[in-house]
């Protein structure tokens, strides 16, 4: 399957603070790229959806200006973490979908990035 | 998106096959199943997905009741690297979009 990477893989930052989150498509061209959040035990909850060149969808309850994303390209895709908060601390995840050497619009997560926030 | 419902957990001796089940009643025709695990710590990794066949593939086996209601996911050798939590997920074939709307999975402990 292909690959995506994100980065950083581990973040510690201090309350109020900004935080930054790349998410990669190493050897597709991500036409989709979805971001989840995970709390501890819990299950993936799907934060939003955004496709290249177009606004991010905010699933319900979703902070829009907290929680800033970026689709700028078919291979890159960042989540800003804005004037984090302890309890915005939690596994963060994405997800990238585009066409592969199959035809199909695969989908493919990355390896996740640890916040914690003091 | 049709819901899904598994059982929290379950344990399977390793070496031995690994049957996890998944109800999805509300299923709609044009719904696929997919199978993801995500092995703590780590992003979720795809394993299989069907419509109303049964699939094979190098990780598993997908067996779907005939009236696609229900499924079962089979690891026909589980191992400790098996160790994982397991989502069952109904969404429209992956081609033409859709989300992938996690449920809360089975977590599966494979012991020695």
């Known amino acids: 399957g292909a690959v995506v990477s994100q980065h950083p893989s581990r973040v510690i930052c201090k309350s109020g603070t900004s935080v930054k989150i790349e998410c990669r498509s190493l050897?597709?061209?991500?036409?989709?790229m979805f971001w989840y959040r995970q709390f501890p035990k819990q299950s993936l909850m799907l934060m939003a959806t955004?496709?290249?060149?177009?606004?991010?969808?905010?699933e319900q309850g979703v902070e829009k200006d907290k929680f800033l994303i970026n689709h700028a390209s078919l291979t890159l895709s960042t989540l800003t973490v804005t004037s984090a908060h302890p309890e915005d601390s939690s596994f963060y995840i994405c997800?990238?979908?585009?066409?592969?050497?199959?035809?199909?619009?695969?989908?493919?997560f990355g390896p996740g990035t640890r916040l914690t926030v003091l | 998106d049709a819901k899904t419902t598994q059982p929290p957990s379950m344990d399977c001796a390793e070496g031995r096959a690994a049957n996890l089940p998944c109800n999805h009643s509300?299923?709609?025709?044009?719904?696929?199943v997919y199978w993801y695990r995500q092995i703590h710590s780590q992003g979720p990794q795809y394993i299989i997905h069907?419509?109303?066949n049964n699939e094979t593939n190098e990780m598993a086996s997908l067996i779907i009741t005939e009236d696609r209601k229900s499924s079962t996911l089979i690891l026909p050798h589980a191992t400790l690297r098996d160790t994982a939590v397991y989502y069952c997920?109904?969404?429209?074939?992956?081609?033409?979009?859709?989300?992938?709307?996690f449920g809360q999975g089975t977590e599966l402990s494979v012991k020695p």
């Open positions: 955004s496709n290249e060149g177009s606004k991010a969808t905010y």
């Open positions: 997920i109904v969404r429209v074939d992956r081609r033409w979009g859709g989300k992938l709307i």
């Open positions: 509300t299923i709609s025709g044009n719904e696929y």
């Open positions: 050897d597709f061209q991500a036409t989709t």
């Open positions: 069907g419509l109303k």
């Open positions: 997800s990238a979908r585009g066409p592969t050497a199959g035809g199909y619009n695969e989908q493919f």
